[in-house]
């Protein structure tokens, strides 16, 4: 029998990530866009990018980072968001032959292309950047017990990816990366309170 013809993904394709939804294993208090997944982790990545690598960070590879994270989870267009806890599974009992990973190859070589173009370092920025948004999401929208085992998962892989990156690239940063993600859980509503108060006050 021959092999199913996976289609290409192709521009049209991208202008429907407002309408992919993320997080559907998990109970949340709205739901995520895979647009607005793909915009949070660029914005961070190019944070992280800049605080990180410092004088090191050419503009060619800022420029590359961001377009890597602005599209890096482009397969999740005709996949859906599958689980973390899945894909591992997956990983372990096909051996390192992973299924998903060639179907994603299939349907989306360019950002495969991309992605093995990117210098190592510059790869875990992005990781680090996807695992501080879904931990910033869920922390802010998640509900229920099942959120919070999410949440304790989340920072176990953060953790490890940063010990990673350290044991690799031990000249650079990372401890920012804390820093950021601190930030982005502790001052989420400053602006927002600050320019509603000041307004008041005229």
Same mark, same amino acid.
């Given at each position: 029998?021959?092999?199913?013809?996976?289609?290409?993904?192709?521009?049209?394709?991208?202008?429907?990530?407002?309408?992919?939804?993320?997080?559907?294993?998990?109970?949340?208090?709205?739901?995520?866009?895979?647009?607005?997944?793909?915009?949070?982790?660029?914005?961070?990545?190019?944070?992280?990018?800049?605080?990180?690598?410092?004088?090191?960070?050419?503009?060619?590879?800022?420029?590359?980072?961001?377009?890597?994270?602005?599209?890096?989870?482009?397969?999740?267009?005709?996949?859906?968001?599958?689980?973390?806890?899945?894909?591992?599974?997956?990983?372990?009992?096909?051996?390192?032959?992973?299924?998903?990973? @060639?179907? #994603?190859?299939?349907?989306?070589?360019?950002?495969?292309?991309?992605?093995?173009?990117?210098?190592?370092?510059?790869?875990?920025?992005?990781?680090? @950047?996807?695992?501080?948004?879904?931990?910033?999401?869920?922390?802010?929208?998640?509900?229920? #017990?099942?959120?919070?085992?999410?949440?304790?998962?989340? #920072?176990?892989?953060?953790?490890?990816?940063?010990?990673?990156?350290? @044991?690799?690239?031990?000249?650079?940063?990372?401890?920012?990366?804390?820093?950021?993600?601190?930030?982005?859980?502790?001052?989420?509503? #400053?602006?927002?309170?600050?320019?509603?108060?000041?307004?008041?006050?005229?």
């Amino acid at each position: 029998m021959p092999l199913l013809q996976l289609p290409k993904l192709t521009l049209a394709d991208l202008a429907r990530s407002g309408h992919v939804t993320r997080w559907h294993s998990v109970r949340t208090s709205r739901n995520q866009t895979l647009a607005e997944h793909h915009y949070m982790v660029t914005r961070i990545s190019n944070k992280l990018a800049k605080e990180i690598l410092g004088p090191d960070l050419k503009d060619s590879h800022l420029l590359q980072i961001m377009e890597y994270a602005s599209l890096h989870d482009t397969p999740e267009l005709l996949m859906g968001d599958l689980p973390s806890p899945l894909k591992q599974h997956i990983e372990h009992i096909t051996e390192g032959e992973n299924p998903i990973d @060639a179907i #994603e190859a299939e349907i989306a070589p360019w950002l495969v292309r991309m992605k093995r173009e990117m210098r190592k370092e510059h790869l875990y920025i992005v990781k680090l @950047a996807d695992i501080i948004d879904a931990l910033v999401f869920i922390t802010i929208e998640g509900l229920g #017990e099942h959120a919070k085992q999410v949440i304790h998962i989340l #920072e176990g892989m953060l953790a490890e990816k940063l010990s990673q990156a350290r @044991a690799q690239f031990p000249r650079y940063q990372w401890g920012y990366t804390t820093h950021l993600l601190n930030e982005l859980l502790n001052n989420k509503d #400053e602006a927002k309170i600050a320019f509603e108060f000041n307004r008041d006050e005229k």
